[in-house]
């Protein structure tokens, strides 16, 4: 991955050593990166949200500089983890961010410990939908760590990542994330962590697609605002899942960047850190209830199917000439 413009730091939690980055003083963000990435992922917002929030970027297991152990991988586990993590640190409440899979994370954490989470920011995120990219339904095939074995081998690998790169300098939306995929492509050199990726996507995916959703779930929102951020030009995880999340939380902030792919964070950073910025201002922090939250599980949610109703497309969000 990409060297880090920020000090990072590491704390051994249940025996495995955890990279994270912390800047900045305020309210605490917890931003959670994406499959394949790490906390580099965030490196164009940190500045800019630090100005005003203590950020707190962390190294998924099994990623970055984090240990990369046999080890839980599935989105709970990550919940319990960040959670661990926070501990340590002492700090008791976050808005959760999170880009891809680590958005599914985030709604996971969100979930499991409601009584730490003032906020929800869900970008490109997993979990609102079966759509995904091929490539990652890839990864769940046999013989896919074999494979990688041999694609990322040095002269293999350093061409791949080359030609990867310079299919993402041509001025096509089609091909703009592809400089991100190769420094993911260019993480598979280490063994550990295509083992760790490949039991992360069997616990969210399979060849059908993405088997983790919200949509059960989503009802409970309601007690936690809610934005979600997206791309227009995503092909990894298709814009139309932010117009999914829009019929399961009525109540979510809907934000689409034009001009963005998988990435809107690093496509366009001073935009997305005053999207963060307006969100968590003009949002008062949930506050956990107990008897809130249990009227909530008691009730269930409207549609107990988890269905939702076709809804009109989303337009993009206002401020769009700009971008």
């Not at 305020?26 to 990166?33: F, K, Q």
């Not at 680590?102 to 499991?112: I, L, R």
Request: aromatic content about 6%; some cysteine; proline content about 7%.
């Amino acid at each position: 991955m990409p060297p880090s413009r920020h000090h990072v730091q590491h704390l051994t939690i249940h025996g495995h050593r955890r990279a994270f980055v912390k800047a900045g003083e305020g309210p605490a963000l917890l931003l959670l990166h994406g499959l394949g990435c790490d906390h580099t992922t965030w490196s164009s917002v940190i500045d800019g949200l630090a100005r005003r929030y203590t950020v707190i970027a962390p190294d998924l297991l099994g990623h970055g500089l984090s240990d990369k152990p046999r080890a839980d991988y599935s989105v709970g586990g990550y919940a319990n983890g960040v959670r661990d993590l926070l501990t340590v640190l002492g700090i008791d409440k976050v808005t959760v961010v999170g880009h891809s899979f680590g958005g599914g994370v985030a709604m996971q954490f969100a979930y499991q410990f409601p009584e730490r989470t003032e906020r929800m920011i869900l970008v490109a995120s997993g979990g609102l939908g079966p759509e995904v990219t091929p490539g990652i339904r890839a990864i769940t095939t046999p013989g896919f760590h074999q494979v990688m074995g041999v694609l990322t081998l040095p002269g293999v690998r350093h061409v791949g990542a080359a030609g990867l790169r310079g299919l993402a300098a041509l001025p096509t939306a089609v091909t703009r994330d592809l400089a991100e995929v190769a420094d993911i492509y260019d993480s598979f050199k280490d063994p550990r962590a295509r083992a760790a990726i490949r039991h992360v996507v069997r616990a969210v995916v399979d060849w059908k697609g993405q088997i983790v959703t919200m949509a059960d779930r989503a009802y409970l929102t309601e007690a936690m605002p809610m934005c979600v951020v997206w791309g227009r030009d995503d092909h990894v995880i298709p814009v139309r899942h932010a117009n999914r999340a829009a019929a399961l939380a009525p109540g979510a902030r809907i934000e689409v960047i034009p001009h963005s792919g998988h990435f809107p964070h690093k496509d366009h950073p001073e935009r997305f850190v005053q999207i963060v910025h307006e969100f968590v201002r003009s949002t008062r922090a949930a506050t956990y209830s107990r008897a809130r939250w249990r009227r909530l599980l008691e009730n269930g949610p409207a549609d107990p199917t988890g269905d939702v109703a076709p809804v009109v497309p989303l337009t993009a969000v206002a401020g769009d000439a700009g971008a």
